[in-house]
């Protein structure tokens, strides 16, 4: 088999991950490699947000299939067309990357009034300008400068000039640092150094949805080719599945690659939770849809819905507040209530929070927070080759259960205390549930209410408790409580 793609670093790397989980399944297999600059290689001149319609960087590789130079072209999907040619078919590779983009700051322009960031992008370039001023720990302007080139030579040239910010496709750095080829060492090398010497922080899914299919390859092949059954065996149907509605969804805007819009689709294991934002003929749109597996069964009176906001909290400071974290530390912050004071000094110390609200609200009192897990827990947090040997803390309140945190130590930092009676949970016939604490309270108080009623949470860790006590059949997903009452009222 040979397999063509265009002859930068991370297309040749893409290339060898797609050769390499074929070689596993079929082990006697032969692979060749076809490499070819594309157009849009070769002419850096071409202003991408002027050429109407993507394919500046794989219509070249048609006529190569065509002509038999190539049995099957990998690309990374977000530069093909939307509409495919008639010739091929397009499966998706086996998994996909990270979606989020990465954003870095020069450590000498923090603080600073003004910002000059790179990027060609006028999607970034739009959702900077809405978004970030609520991210960052001080107020600033922002501006835009052009950056063309493959991702190493971008690296350089952000390096070598004045500006103070870069924006680059997680998925591209996780590329190139998993390489193992020794030719990549220098590239690596300057990956690295770009982290030690910048600010960083990884953009929210929820606030910066990302270009359609970014994260995911393509894999392009004559519709007649006797390969197609064995590239069927390694196509991931999810990934295509939330591929196929990002750019369907763009495709009913336009489709251009030059249109500040946005639109990815996470596959979670319950459903689908699918971001958009961009500007449409001036007009801006945002949204967040939750697209379940399984649908609610029925529609409710209010009075059959017991909802997590009706409970009043109290929240209480457990003295003390002080945490002097390890040198190196990586931290999960649960609410802006859990966040120790004095965590912020500490420069080596990586932050998320678990919500974008907890990260707003951290920003607006100076903290540098390097991402955000969307409210869906430890599986969606951003993943780095530096931070396995970091020692890991999970900052929240005494009640939180310390089962699913994987290799972080809970931290308790304030108390919890709701105000609920058996009475409460009496005839309902579903509960949504906005904390496992909540309803473990809810639970010893009257399960038997709890038992043979539908149960409701969120995306995140709340799950996991209410699954040890509830069958599956019995529980469903949403966004958050307006979305699932939307779903659920009559």
């Known amino acids: 088999m040979i397999i063509g793609s ?3 670093d991370l297309a040749v790397i893409q290339a060898q991950s797609i050769a390499e989980v074929l070689q596993l399944q079929n082990p006697h297999l032969q692979i060749q490699f076809f490499q070819r600059p594309s157009m849009g290689d070769l002419n850096l001149d071409i202003d991408l947000n002027k050429t109407g319609s993507k394919g500046v960087f794989t219509a070249d590789f048609v006529e190569h299939l065509q002509k038999g130079d190539c049995d099957v072209v990998v690309h990374s999907w977000k530069d093909l067309p939307i509409d495919s040619h008639p010739e091929f078919k397009v499966l998706s590779g086996p998994y996909r990357e990270d979606q989020r983009d990465i954003l870095f700051l020069k450590r000498a322009s923090d603080k600073k009034s003004h910002l000059k960031i790179l990027t060609s992008s006028p999607r970034r370039e739009f959702q900077l300008q809405e978004n970030l ?16 080139g493959n991702i190493p030579t971008r690296f350089k040239k952000y390096l070598d000039s004045d500006a103070d910010g870069f924006v680059v496709a997680k998925a591209a750095v996780d590329r190139l640092m998993g390489a193992s080829s020794e030719s990549y060492a220098e590239i690596q ?3 690295q150094n770009v982290f030690s010497q910048c600010l960083w922080m990884v953009l929210p899914l929820s606030e910066f949805p990302t270009a359609a299919a970014q994260g995911a390859l393509a894999l392009e092949v004559p519709v007649q080719s006797s390969i197609l059954p064995t590239l069927k065996k390694i196509s991931n149907l999810q990934v295509a599945e939330c591929v196929e509605l990002e750019r369907q969804t763009h495709k009913s805007y336009g489709g251009g690659c030059h249109q500040a819009m946005g639109f990815s689709a996470l596959a979670l294991s319950e459903g689908i939770l699918f971001f958009t934002s961009g500007q449409d003929e001036g007009l801006n749109f945002k949204t967040q849809e939750w697209r379940p597996k399984r649908n609610l069964p029925a529609r409710f009176q209010l009075q059959e819905i017991f909802l997590s906001s009706t409970v009043k909290v109290q929240r209480t400071t457990t003295p003390p507040v002080s945490f002097k974290a390890d040198h190196y530390s990586e931290c999960v912050i649960s609410r802006f209530e859990a966040f120790p004071k004095d965590l912020g000094a500490n420069p080596n110390a990586v932050i998320w929070a678990a919500g974008t609200k907890t990260w707003k609200k951290l920003a607006a009192q100076g903290t540098w927070v390097h991402g955000s897990l969307d409210g869906l827990g430890l599986d969606h947090k951003p993943e780095f080759w530096f931070l396995k040997s970091y020692s890991k803390y999970w900052f929240t309140h005494a009640e939180a259960s310390s089962e699913h945190l994987g290799d972080f130590t809970k ?6 205390n709701y105000t ?20 473990h309270k809810a639970w010893k108080l009257n399960s038997a209410a709890l038992k043979p009623a539908l149960h409701v949470c969120g995306l995140g860790r709340t799950s996991w408790a209410i699954k040890s006590l509830i069958p599956d059949a ?16 009559l």
């Not at 001023?133 to 063309?148: H, M």
């Not at 609920?420 to 549930?433: P, S, T, V």
């Open 420 to 439: 609920l009676e058996a009475g409460d949970l009496e005839n309902k016939k579903i509960f949504f549930w906005s904390s496992a604490e909540l309803f």
């Open 411 to 416: 931290v308790p930092m304030y108390k919890v």
């Open 189 to 191: 090398k300057q990956i």
């Open 474 to 489: 019995q529980m469903y997903y949403a966004l958050d409580e307006q979305e699932f009452l939307q779903r659920a009222l």
């Open 6 to 8: 265009r002859k930068s």
């Open 133 to 148: 001023k609520d991210l960052l720990p001080f107020q600033a302007e922002i501006s835009f400068q052009s950056i063309r």
